[in-house]
T-cell receptor, first 115, second 115 residues
Framework: DADVTQTPRNRITKTGKRIMLECSQT?????MYWYRQDPGLGLRLIYY???????NKGEISDGYSVSRQAQAKFSLSLESAIPNQTALYFC??????????????FGPGTRLTVL | AQSVTQLGSHVSVSEGALVLLRCNYS??????LFWYVQYPNQGLQLLLK??????LVKGINGFEAEFKKSETSFHLTKPSAHMSDAAEYFC?????????????FGAGTRLFVKA
């Protein structure tokens, strides 16, 4: 079984709809992240959480919110989806290794299309 | 501030030829540098990382990268390309700074391997 799972894997929705993307991990890691990937832009950090009580904004958090329900679960919500949120979304986890040298482990991604 | 530039969005090599993927970084603090690989329809996985222990870093699948501070570079190489190396490769810089945790990914370089 995969260590980091994401549901759904694909989603098509309409402008204005509320969408939740879910991430679960069995690695036992405290740190979890949400990224979006756009062609030619690489990955950009949306939110990250270093433990259950810690939530931090990344570089592109506007229009998104997150919830860390447990150590193993980290969900990303789009309160009112818009077409420029069409992208590939990745969840990742890591163990703290000090000073930012964590290796991140990525889920398989969720392809979201907003019409 | 940290940034990463990957030179060339696409690189094409023949099977058995040298692979060279270029990455230059900018960082106001000692950088921690990573190369990740993304195979089609999968999440990213770590190839190798530089954590200041040794300037030549060996990774999985025969890849290695050399940290050159004077050139602010962290280029990825492999002596002999294999068809299975065809994928997208991302350079990343990571670390804690006054703005909090940051991982900055490059835009990615897609590697094509010709038979």
């Amino acid at each position: 079984d995969a260590d980091v799972t994401q549901t759904p894997r694909n989603r098509i929705t309409k402008t204005g709809k509320r969408i939740m993307l879910e991430c679960s991990q069995t690695k036992g890691h405290d740190r979890m992240y949400w990224y979006r990937q756009d062609p030619g832009l690489g990955l950009r950090l949306i939110y990250y959480s270093f433990d259950v009580k810690d939530i931090n904004k990344g570089e592109i958090s506007d229009g998104y919110s997150v919830s860390r329900q447990a150590q193993a679960k980290f969900s990303l919500s789009l309160e009112s989806a818009i077409p420029n949120q069409t992208a590939l979304y990745f969840c990742a986890t890591s163990e703290p290794s000090g000073r930012g040298v964590d290796t991140q482990y990525f889920g398989p991604g969720t392809r979201l299309t907003v019409l | 501030a940290q940034s990463v530039t990957q030179l060339g969005s696409h690189v094409s090599v023949s099977e058995g030829a040298l692979v060279l993927l270029r990455c230059n970084y900018s960082s106001s603090v000692p950088p921690y540098l990573f190369w990740y690989v993304q195979y089609p329809n999968q999440g990213l996985q770590l190839l190798l990382k530089y954590t200041s222990a040794a300037t030549l870093v060996k990774g999985i699948n025969g890849f290695e990268a050399e940290f050159k501070k004077s050139e602010t570079s962290f280029h990825l190489t492999k002596p002999s390309a294999h068809m299975s190396d065809a994928a997208e490769y991302f350079c990343a810089v990571s670390g804690m700074n006054t703005g909090g945790f940051k991982t900055i990914f490059g835009a990615g370089t897609r590697l094509f391997v010709k038979a």
